[in-house]
Each structure stands twice: as structure tokens, then as C-alpha cells.
């Protein structure tokens, strides 16, 4: 009995090993289905680049808002975009003193003139007075936009759920 289970186990084990040789041979099947996998670990080409000099863009978040009266309108705090990843409205840190009584507000991104914004100091204008931005309703996350416009002629922001 003991000498059928050694020819068997040493029949498993000489198969196995046959198998792993067969495998490491140059044109057996099993190397050609090894193949795409290892065009699969090919690095990824390198990502296009561009450059954008440093007074031609800057960032917008934390800037101040001001009217065209010159009047203090609060910071932009959040953008808005759609699913397309455009810019559809930026969000408003306005009224208060110190982040104490002040509540966020949504314009509409085409009611925003950035003229020259090299300097943190340099403000952002609003097309909107203070007594229109002061009326509008709060932002809350997760409730529906409410966009202030400029023009009163804006897109609705519908999602498909």
C-alpha cells in the first residue's frame, strides 16, 4: 500500500514539475498567454504638460469680493462646477465681522470680474450691490442652489440622479 501512494505522490510531484518547465520553455502556450500580461506593465506615457506663467492665472479661493461701489461683498470660500467640470458658480463668505454673523452665499461665476489679481490683496469685483447679495438666500451643502446672477438669466444647475 505504502509503495501505491509513493508512485503516486511521485507521479504528482514529476508532473508538477513538468508542467513548471514546460512553462519557462520559449514558444509553449502557456508563454504566449503570459504575453499580455506583460504589455500590461509597460509604464503609462508621460502626461502633456502646460505652462501658464505666473501672471497669467492665480488662485481664487480666500480672495475678497468687492462691489463696484467698492464695497466690501466677503471672500470666495468654495467653486461650484457641473458635472462637466465647469465653473458654474463660486461661493461667498459674506457679512459678519471676524466669521461671526456671516453666512455663504452662491453667485453666479459670469457676475465675477478678476481684472488684475496678481497680489492676495487684490480683490475680485461682484456685479451685484450690497443690499442684492444681503437679500440673497444662504448656501447649506446638500440642499438645492440658489445662484445670484448679475443678469437674472441663469441656467438651472438640474442633475440627474
Known amino acids: 500500500m505504502r509503495a501505491k501512494i509513493l508512485a503516486v505522490?511521485?507521479?504528482?510531484?514529476v508532473?508538477?514539475?513538468?508542467?513548471?518547465a514546460a512553462e519557462n520553455e520559449p514558444g509553449s502556450p502557456q508563454t504566449s498567454q503570459a504575453a499580455p500580461n506583460a504589455?500590461?506593465?509597460e509604464p503609462a506615457p508621460p502626461p502633456s504638460v502646460t505652462v501658464i506663467g505666473a501672471r497669467d492665472a492665480h488662485g481664487v479661493l480666500g480672495r475678497e469680493v468687492?462691489?463696484?461701489a467698492n464695497e466690501d461683498m466677503g471672500r470666495i470660500v468654495d467653486v461650484i462646477v457641473d458635472?462637466?467640470?465647469?465653473v458654474r458658480a463660486a461661493v461667498i463668505d459674506f457679512g459678519g465681522f471676524l466669521g461671526v454673523g456671516s453666512r455663504k452665499i452662491v453667485v453666479d461665476w459670469n457676475a465675477l470680474h478678476f481684472g488684475w489679481i496678481a497680489n492676495k490683496s487684490d480683490s475680485i469685483t461682484l456685479e451685484l450691490t450690497k443690499d442684492q447679495v444681503a437679500a440673497a438666500p444662504?448656501?447649506?451643502e446638500d440642499t438645492p442652489l440658489i445662484v445670484l446672477g448679475a443678469s437674472g438669466s441663469l441656467q438651472s444647475?438640474?442633475?440627474d440622479h
Open 9 to 13: 505522490f511521485t507521479a504528482a510531484v
Open 15 to 20: 508532473a508538477a514539475f513538468a508542467a513548471a
Open 39 to 41: 504589455a500590461a506593465k
Open 66 to 68: 468687492r462691489s463696484p
Open 83 to 86: 458635472r462637466d467640470g465647469v
Open 138 to 140: 444662504e448656501y447649506k
Open 157 to 159: 444647475l438640474q442633475f
